[in-house]
């Protein structure tokens, strides 16, 4: 989203008016637009959608929620079931998701500067808005459905997500992964150290994994991220956490300078596109952070040190990537495999 972006409409009065567009996932602004309120029936709104024409929203904030559930209980029934081989139905099953997704982003709500909502029944969205986006001085258009993903961050980020290895809780922002499930952080907190001078925590997203390492007893952590949200985030909880001596936070794409007795990485799980700021930690195009932490990897680690490669099979399973590639990855790069330590965990029951 930039400033240059904005999206027009034209009120019942026919004056045209235009606003700021804030779309996280980077879609551009919706060519036609319609203003509507409590009259409009869900399947109008459904049939306006799927021609690509956004819905401004001007009535009950609740009925505008309960409109968007009907449209998606209609983008449901429309999916295209999935068929064939586990990988074809993985692929059905994301361009379901992306249909899904680019006709429920169409209905919006219009927002004051300050991150004002004037509609009936709106909730008040000023803190986790500004937790979100920052500072507003000018009105913006944002679909209802991200912003019910920017209130319910919000929540998280008030309540916080307890992490067992921690006895403590992690506190998620708006856009950076949350350690909901954590058999991955159990894993780093079980496996056996080979030092504990310095370690390196690449990609670190939230701060979890540099802080079970700080906890352990790594006398220095350095915890790098490219993403300014999730150095913001690690900051935070680090800090909260009392372990803000010990680990440093560097913006780095993937490694520091330097070398560690302990280099960790949990990239994203499956090759492909991500279409969201969340799905970057999901979906690593081209298997490049992947990639990068291999080939990489043997020049940051000290004599005696060992690479944490903290991966699911997912990928595999849903021949996505061979069984034959990481080991060859490994292979190319000059590393030899140590050890495996894994977790069973249920997987979700769509693709």
């Known amino acids: 989203m930039t400033a240059e972006q904005n999206i027009r409409w034209w009120e019942s009065s026919g004056e045209e008016r235009c606003a700021l ?4 996932s980077g879609a551009l602004p919706p060519k036609r637009v319609v203003v509507a309120d409590d009259r409009m029936n869900a399947d109008t709104a459904f049939r306006l959608a799927c021609e690509g024409t956004a819905l401004l929203w ?8 309960q409109l968007l559930q009907a449209m998606s209980r209609r983008a449901d029934r ?11 139905s993985f692929h059905v099953y994301r361009q379901a998701q992306a249909r899904r997704a680019r006709i429920l982003g169409m209905l919006l709500l219009p927002v004051e500067a300050g991150h004002v909502i004037r509609l009936r029944r709106a909730p008040d969205a000023r803190l986790a808005c500004e937790q979100a986006y920052g500072q507003c001085q000018e009105p913006y258009v944002v679909s209802l459905r991200e912003l019910q993903g920017v209130l319910g961050a919000g929540e998280w980020r008030r309540k916080g997500v307890q992490v067992p290895a921690l006895g403590e809780p992690i506190t998620p922002h708006y856009g950076v992964f949350s350690p909901v499930r954590g058999e991955y952080v159990d894993l780093v907190a079980e496996a056996p150290l080979p030092a504990q001078g310095t370690a390196f925590d690449i990609g670190t997203g939230t701060g979890v994994i540099a802080a079970v390492l700080a906890r352990r007893g790594v006398r220095r952590v350095v915890a790098t991220d490219c993403d300014a949200r999730a150095l913001a985030c690690a900051q935070e909880n680090l800090g909260r956490l009392g372990v803000s001596t010990v ?6 794409d993937l490694f520091p300078a330097g070398r560690a007795s302990v280099v960790v990485c949990n990239p994203p799980w499956l090759p492909g596109r991500a279409r969201t700021s969340l ?4 979906y690593d195009p081209g298997s490049r952070m992947l990639r990068g932490f291999i080939d990489g990897l043997c020049a940051h680690l000290a004599p005696g040190g060992e690479g944490w490669l903290i991966i699911s099979d997912l990928a595999e399973r849903l021949g996505l990537r061979s069984r034959d590639e990481l080991p060859a990855l490994f292979a190319k790069a000059g590393l030899r495999v140590a050890g495996r330590l894994a977790r069973v965990s249920m997987l979700p029951s769509g693709p």
């Open 21 to 24: 567009w804030r779309s996280e």
């Open 58 to 65: 001007r009535g009950d904030f609740h009925n505008a929620r």
């Open 78 to 88: 429309k999916a295209p079931r999935p068929g064939g081989s586990l990988l074809q």
């Open 247 to 252: 680990v440093d936070v560097q913006q780095a």
């Open 279 to 282: 799905e970057h930690a999901v």
